[in-house]
Each structure stands twice: as structure tokens, then as C-alpha cells.
């Protein structure tokens, strides 16, 4: 039983640019939620999705957009990237809000 | 809005040694608690969560975490920790019908043989 799986595993941008990080959930879970780990820090939740739409968002700005596919997939993507931009993105999923969530191994993102 | 405060930032402890890492929460509702272990270049993995019930929670590898409402904390414990239990630990809470789960900043222990 396949977990979260999350790719690319560690890619560099430089700043102006856009990234697409992608996530697919472990089986049989509906909700996906995104998370940003800066160095030295806990993760801070960006936004989750559930029935493709994005059902509640963090405190971050526009830049960051995402999507949810039908087969509960997701997207996370970022533009204009900045150098504080730079950090692990971790997607985790569950089946409905509030349930324990299961996360991936994250994407590692540097900007230059 | 709900938030966690872990109160050690690091904690060397020796090999079956007894640990505990403290973590307080902050909210004006009824809560959801969480404890995750975080491995070097790894995601998060749950170690164990307090929904509702009784407040004695118990995880794996050993550990277990009281839910103390009085005193808005969620401390981790284990009586006798491993070389392996080395990691980042992190406390989170979440609320009824809010998905932004809220994480501490994360305490490091580190196990010395």
C-alpha cells in the first residue's frame, strides 16, 4: 500500500521563476493538504483541498496556487519565486478533515 | 486561532534514559493534538493523537502523551529511549471544522549512548 508519494524530490529555480510540485495521496484518502517547512522550522499549512476545490487556505499570499485532479491528486505551484520561497514543501493527506494526516517525504526547494 | 508552543527547543537525553518533551496549546475550543517524529530528510511520521476520550494517549515505539486540559498541555513521554529515537519531534493541534492544523517549532532530541 502505496503512502503520500511527492515529486520531484529536491529541485533549484532562481528567483522570478515558477515551480509545479506534485503529490499523490495514499490510498483510499479524499483530502490533501499542503505545507511549507522552512529550516529549523514546523511546517506552516498553505491550503487544503477536498472534491478538487481548495476548502480552507494559510496565511500565504496569491503566489501560491494549487490544484486537485479527480483522482485526488494535487498540485502545488508557486510563481515569482523568492529567495524566502526556499524551503521543504510537504504534502499530507487524509480521508476527511480533522483525521490524522499522512505525509510524504516533501519536496526540497532551493532558490538561487 | 489554536496554537502550540514546544518548549524545549533541543534535549539531549542518554540511551534508556526516560524523556519527556513538553508541548502547550493555545485555543478557545475543543481541540484535536498530535504528535509527529520527523527522521533526517524525511516527511512526518504520526506517532500518536488525541481525538477524544481518554486522555492517556499511546503511540508508537513506545511513546505515550497526556491530554491535560487544565493546564493546556500534551507532553511526550518514553521511559526508555533508543540511539534510533534521535529526531525532530513536533507537537501540532487542530480544531473542529478548521483544517489549518498548526504545528510547534519543534524540539530535537537527541539520544547519546
Known amino acids: 500500500d502505496a503512502g503520500v508519494t511527492q515529486s520531484p524530490t529536491h529541485l533549484i529555480k532562481t528567483r522570478g521563476q515558477q515551480v509545479t510540485l506534485r503529490c499523490s495521496p495514499k490510498s483510499g484518502h479524499d483530502t490533501v493538504s499542503w505545507y511549507q517547512q522552512a529550516l529549523g522550522q514546523g511546517p506552516q499549512f498553505i491550503f487544503q483541498y477536498y472534491e478538487e476545490e481548495e476548502r480552507q487556505r494559510g496565511n500565504f499570499p496569491d503566489r501560491f496556487s494549487g490544484h486537485q485532479f479527480p483522482n485526488y491528486s494535487s498540485e502545488l505551484n508557486v510563481n515569482a519565486l523568492l529567495l524566502g520561497d526556499s524551503a521543504l514543501y510537504l504534502c499530507a493527506s487524509s480521508l476527511y478533515a480533522n483525521q490524522p494526516q499522512h505525509f510524504g517525504d516533501g519536496t526540497r526547494l532551493s532558490i538561487l | 486561532a489554536q496554537s502550540v508552543t514546544q518548549l524545549d527547543s533541543q534535549v539531549p537525553v542518554f540511551e534508556e534514559a526516560p524523556v519527556e518533551l513538553r508541548c502547550n496549546y493555545s485555543s478557545s475550543v475543543s481541540v484535536y493534538l498530535f504528535w509527529y517524529v520527523q527522521y533526517p530528510n524525511q516527511g512526518l511520521q504520526l506517532l500518536l493523537k488525541?481525538?477524544?476520550?481518554?486522555?492517556l494517549v499511546k503511540g508508537i515505539n513506545g511513546f505515550e502523551a497526556e491530554f491535560n486540559k487544565s493546564q493546556t498541555s500534551f507532553h511526550l513521554r518514553k521511559p526508555s529511549v533508543h540511539i534510533s529515537d534521535t529526531a525532530e519531534y513536533f507537537c501540532a493541534v487542530s480544531v473542529y471544522n478548521n483544517n489549518d492544523m498548526r504545528f510547534g517549532a519543534g524540539t530535537r532530541l537527541t539520544v547519546k549512548p
Open positions: 488525541y481525538l477524544s476520550g481518554s486522555t
